[in-house]
């Protein structure tokens, strides 16, 4: 079945600077790829997804970058601020018979420090 | 657009009792995922509906674990007895479709079980 690995578990920035985040996924028919982030005791939410037939996708500090050959895709946010301190997930799409789900990768806690 | 509801939003039990958990999805979703989400990892997919049918339960216990959703709209999970490994927060999900583009999901707050 469909795995995701997610680097790294944890990232401390500097508020200003960039963070990047990577996934990668095994399923080669995986098409759709969210992001979502957590903040400590509240819901999962959606900041950017990204589909199979296309590479980049922009949301003004936040980016998502997908390489389908190597069978990852990254978060990248630019000019962090201390709100962007949550736990951000990645997950990836599969299919079997009638059932379409979404695998989750295991998060990477950022800390943007002021 | 109201989102997804959950409740209750947190449950102290002893193992070998039982507990349930509601969640009502967005209007007009026919899709819902149950999911557990244990500190420190992801959300783990426990079962998906599709309306009121089970698309997907494989990775649910189902020895302990059981979950309904009534008339394709609310659904219940219930967990009978519980464990101590059963210990972590439940979130519901909804999603218009299962693929086809309109896969997002949103989710509830959770549901957070300590089982002592």
Redesign the interface.
């Known amino acids: 079945g469909e795995n995701v690995e997610q680097h790294p578990s944890t990232l401390s920035v500097q508020e200003g600077d960039s963070a990047v985040i990577k996934c990668t996924y095994s399923d080669s028919a995986s098409n759709y790829f969210p992001w979502y982030k957590q903040e400590l005791g509240k819901r999962p939410q959606l900041i950017i997804d990204i589909r199979s037939n296309v590479g980049e996708k922009k949301d003004q500090r936040i980016a998502v970058t997908l390489n389908k050959t190597a069978k990852h895709f990254s978060l990248h946010i630019t000019e962090t601020q201390p709100e962007d301190s949550a736990v951000y997930f990645c997950a990836a799409s599969t299919a079997g018979g009638s059932s379409y789900k979404l695998i989750f990768g295991s998060g990477t806690r950022l800390l943007v420090r002021p | 657009e109201a989102g997804?509801a959950q409740s209750p939003r947190y449950k102290i039990i002893e193992k070998r009792q039982s507990v349930a958990f509601w969640c009502n999805p967005i209007s007009g979703h026919a899709t819902l995922?149950w999911y557990q989400q244990i500190l420190?990892?992801?959300?783990?997919?426990l079962i998906?509906f599709?309306n009121n049918g089970v698309?997907?339960d494989?990775q649910l216990p189902k020895d302990r674990f059981s979950a309904e959703r009534l008339k394709g709209v609310d659904s219940t999970l219930k967990i009978q007895p519980a464990k101590l490994e059963d210990s972590a927060v439940y979130?519901c999900a909804s999603s218009l479709q299962?693929?086809a583009?309109r896969?997002?999901?949103?989710?509830?707050?959770?549901t957070r079980l300590l089982v002592l």
């Open positions: 997804v995922y420190g990892q992801g959300p783990k997919l998906q599709q698309v997907d494989s979130l299962a693929g583009f896969e997002t999901q949103y989710f509830g707050p959770g």
